[in-house]
């Protein structure tokens, strides 16, 4: 596709379930990053890969969130045991080179509610 | 700690007349910002960006302008349009990731 694509758009999870969020990013982009938006907030900073590499991890609010990139394409944001205060918008975002400027294109993203 | 501020939770204005978003940061290292614009159920996409070397960019009816010495940066939007309404977020880059505001609803009435 043309553009970064996330799946699935809208994901129900009840509390204490796992949840795995998929990015597709621009073919040949060497950057991807995650970020989370809760209600009323800026996108948070998550997590970045550089290829298959995960450079960064600093924003990964707890031990229960998990990224992968294993093939340097496609993304999977992992929550395991999910809870309420996770529900929030899921971005993912690609870049041709390193780091985020104004080359970085943003998906639709995942809205995660968790009930 | 918020390092980049933004204010205004919203702003409305009339068609054609001028549209100022406002931004507040907290480090003066920072030295490269963003403006991205969000419609609803859409990811964000680029706007503008200016570099501190600058403390003006301008492209088409958007102009972003810098003050370093107050760490303050706005967008003006001339003339806005009903299209333009949406959320605007100002980023700031840095180690290789961005920085974002909590965003600014902006209306154009037509």
């Known amino acids: 596709g043309a553009g970064v694509s996330q799946s699935p758009r809208y994901k129900v999870a009840k509390r204490g379930q796992d949840v795995a969020l998929r990015c597709d990013p621009i073919?040949?982009?060497?950057?991807l990053f995650w970020y989370q938006q809760a209600l009323g907030q800026g996108p948070e900073f998550l997590t970045y890969?550089?290829?298959?590499?995960?450079?960064?991890k600093s924003g990964l609010p707890s031990d229960r969130f998990f990224a992968e990139r294993p093939e340097g394409s496609v993304s999977t944001l992992k929550i395991q045991r999910t809870q309420q205060e996770d529900s929030a918008v899921y971005l993912c975002?690609?870049?041709?080179?390193?780091?985020?400027?104004?080359?970085?294109?943003f998906g639709q993203g995942t809205r995660l509610t968790v009930v | 700690d918020q390092q980049v501020k933004q204010n205004s939770p919203s702003l409305s204005v009339q068609e054609g007349r001028i549209s100022i978003l406002n931004c507040d940061y907290t480090?003066?290292?920072?030295?490269?910002f963003l403006w991205y614009k969000k419609y609803p159920a859409e990811g964000p996409t680029f706007l503008i960006s200016?570099?501190?070397?600058?403390d003006k960019n301008e492209d088409g009816r958007f102009t972003v302008f810098l003050n370093k010495s107050a760490k303050h940066l706005s967008l003006h939007i001339v003339p806005s349009q009903p299209g333009d309404s949406a959320v605007y977020f100002c980023?700031?880059?840095?180690?290789?990731?961005?920085?974002f505001g909590k965003g600014t609803l902006l209306t154009v009435n037509p």
């Open positions: 975002a690609s870049s041709l080179i390193q780091g985020a400027n104004t080359e970085a294109f």
């Open positions: 073919s040949g982009h060497v950057s």
């Open positions: 890969f550089q290829n298959e590499a995960q450079l960064d």
């Open positions: 480090n003066s290292m920072f030295d490269y």
């Open positions: 200016i570099s501190s070397i600058k």
């Open positions: 980023a700031v880059y840095s180690n290789y990731k961005l920085t």
